[in-house]
């Protein structure tokens, strides 16, 4: 069986989501920039600011990182700044789907990917590393029946 090459694959969010938390950014800095010079409440100021930052910064990490990056040895879940799980594709067990969610499972660890998330051309790509992994993991198991 031909083994293609597998390069870095970078699935993104959809545009929809990422152009949500710009705008709500946007907004809400704006609100506290309005604010600081029409009102002498500076507390609303500092208010606005502090919930409109979050966004930015979320809009920042989603489009600087992406949401999955496929690598030859792992796959990374980026969907949280603060944490990042990942996976070694070589310890895969298995591969379910609930719903549109992709579910890897090792013998410790389960990944759930969830593809509303995930941009059209990127579901793409990812429906092809899983398919590319599905045969992948039946080969094996012929291979162990062996």
Known sequence: MHQKKVSNIKIHYCK???LARLILGITWVLFGITYFFISAKVFLVYGYLLLGTP???FFYY???FGYLTITKKRIIKQDNPFYKKQINTEEIKAVGKVYDDY????????MRI???FIDSTSKLKLDA???DLKAKLELKKNEAIL
């Open 55 to 57: 966004y930015l910064i």
């Open 114 to 116: 969830n593809t509303s």
């Open 129 to 131: 590393f899983i398919n």
């Open 103 to 110: 579910i890897l499972k090792t013998e410790n660890n389960k």
């Open 62 to 64: 989603e489009k600087r």
């Open 16 to 18: 929809r989501r990422t």
